[in-house]
């Protein structure tokens, strides 16, 4: 059938307003979301929506602490897990700002007593996940086998680094796969500290925090700083709740130390829609996939798209920039996409809560599915 010039305008139009996100969402179409979580004495959650630079909702739902049952709000500090690893690839990128580090730069590079199968591994890719280094938590498994988590003493970076170097080799050749390291986090937190000549808290503080306002934001180290505002975490049992706020692997920093609340993070999201900490070309780097394509995992499957700190896989069409966290008794979720001005922060003191699934349940009221045109 012919298209006249005039019939194709009217359905570019057409088409263009089916696919257009809402100018506005409701308060009540979010809330409704979030229906569950209304107790107000049970541990639940914080969102954060924030739409062409500023927030259009922010909300506490149930409880921080079920000894005070102090209400959730936008101050309430939770544990990120490893949402703590964008924070992460930022020191990094800092001091390859700084002159002080390279992402070529490999692991006997600054570790001098590093074993002999760190000259295959860069900082790049610890960075993105294409190292292959050994799971930490594996390590951790078989050595202390049979025996009760609560039972096992916490490890901290420096600890992990030293289960590293007594290892002979990584689990996949550098560079060759993608699978996802905690292991590889931990050692940057180690290799911030040995190039910066501070903690990582410290650098942390000095060069992300403070320079942001991100006054609530800490990486937490028990007997060395104190969590204000502090939300603890839960697990659902037969006979209600237990708290289950920390583990044999909460003590680490690197992979998922931080705390922070939906008010810092609005702060860390406007810094990096404006490029605060790093210009456009130097976070380049962090969102750009490993190796430019999808690589496969160690099970032959095809690895998600992974940068610097960020997934990368698109949602729905529209380009986006995520991560997950997931430690005892929290769960955590943020979903960036610029072009869309639109980002969606879950956060939550409760295990069995799916962060992602309620942040993309978000998302969907912003980008509702294209409706067929009748001609």
């Given at each position: 059938?012919?298209?006249?010039?005039?019939?194709?305008?009217?359905?570019?139009?057409?088409?263009?307003?089916?696919?257009?996100?809402?100018?506005?969402?409701?308060?009540?179409?979010?809330?409704?979301?979030?229906?569950?979580?209304?107790?107000?004495?049970?541990?639940?959650?914080?969102?954060?929506?924030?739409?062409?630079?500023?927030?259009?909702?922010?909300?506490?739902?149930?409880?921080?602490?079920?000894?005070?049952?102090?209400?959730?709000?936008?101050?309430?500090?939770?544990?990120?897990?490893?949402?703590?690893?964008?924070f992460t690839a930022t020191a990094a990128m800092l001091l390859v700002h700084d002159g002080k580090l390279h992402y070529e730069d490999r692991l006997t590079d600054v570790f001098r007593d590093f074993p002999a199968y760190g000259k295959a591994i860069t900082i790049r890719q610890l960075l993105n996940h294409t190292s292959g280094l050994v799971d930490y938590e594996d390590i951790m498994a078989k050595q202390y086998a049979g025996i009760s988590d609560d039972k096992i003493p916490q490890?901290?970076?420096?600890?992990?680094?030293?289960?590293?170097?007594?290892?002979?080799?990584?689990?996949?050749?550098?560079?060759?796969?993608?699978?996802?390291?905690?292991?590889?986090?931990?050692?940057?937190?180690?290799?911030?500290?040995?190039?910066?000549?501070?903690?990582?808290?410290?650098?942390?503080?000095?060069?992300?925090?403070?320079?942001?306002?991100?006054?609530?934001?800490?990486?937490?180290?028990?007997?060395?700083?104190?969590?204000?505002?502090?939300?603890?975490?839960?697990?659902?049992?037969?006979?209600?709740?237990?708290?289950?706020?920390?583990?044999?692997?909460?003590?680490?920093?690197?992979?998922?130390?931080?705390?922070?609340?939906?008010?810092?993070?609005?702060?860390?999201?406007?810094?990096?829609?404006?490029?605060?900490?790093?210009?456009?070309?130097?976070?380049?780097?962090?969102?750009?996939?490993?190796?430019?394509?999808?690589?496969?995992?160690?099970?032959?499957?095809?690895?998600?798209?992974?940068?610097?700190?960020?997934?990368?896989?698109?949602?729905?069409?529209?380009?986006?920039?995520?991560?997950?966290?997931?430690?005892?008794?929290?769960?955590?979720?943020?979903?960036?996409?610029?072009?869309?001005?639109?980002?969606?922060?879950?956060?939550?003191?409760?295990?069995?809560?799916?962060?992602?699934?309620?942040?993309?349940?978000?998302?969907?009221?912003?980008?509702?599915?294209?409706?067929?045109?009748?001609?």
């Open positions: 059938m012919r298209l006249l010039i005039g019939d194709f305008v009217v359905l570019m139009i057409l088409l263009s307003w089916s696919s257009a996100a809402p100018a506005q969402i409701s308060a009540a179409a979010i809330d409704g979301l979030f229906s569950k979580f209304v107790s107000s004495r049970d541990p639940a959650c914080a969102v954060l929506v924030i739409k062409d630079a500023r927030p259009v909702f922010q909300k506490g739902y149930g409880v921080a602490d079920l000894r005070t049952l102090q209400k959730i709000g936008p101050e309430t500090n939770f544990r990120l897990a490893s949402l703590t690893k964008q490890i901290r970076d420096a600890g992990v680094l030293d289960l590293l170097k007594q290892q002979t080799g990584t689990k996949f050749t550098p560079g060759t796969r993608w699978e996802y390291s905690n292991s590889g986090y931990v050692v940057l937190a180690m290799v911030v500290e040995k190039r910066s000549g501070m903690s990582f808290g410290d650098f942390l503080r000095r060069r992300i925090f403070a320079v942001l306002g991100m006054t609530g934001t800490i990486a937490y180290e028990k007997g060395r700083n104190e969590v204000a505002r502090r939300a603890y975490g839960h697990t659902r049992t037969a006979d209600g709740w237990s708290e289950t706020d920390q583990s044999s692997t909460s003590a680490t920093l690197g992979d998922g130390g931080v705390y922070t609340s939906l008010d810092d993070l609005e702060k860390w999201d406007r810094a990096l829609a404006g490029h605060t900490l790093l210009s456009a070309k130097e976070m380049e780097p962090a969102l750009t996939p490993a190796n430019g394509a999808p690589l496969q995992q160690s099970d032959g499957s095809v690895a998600p798209l992974y940068g610097f700190g960020w997934f990368l896989n698109p949602y729905r069409g529209h380009r986006r920039y995520a991560h997950y966290g997931e430690t005892v008794g929290f769960r955590s979720a943020i979903q960036r996409f610029p072009d869309d001005r639109l980002t969606v922060i879950v956060l939550s003191n409760r295990a069995e809560v799916d962060a992602s699934v309620l942040a993309e349940g978000v998302v969907d009221l912003y980008f509702p599915k294209r409706q067929p045109i009748v001609r």
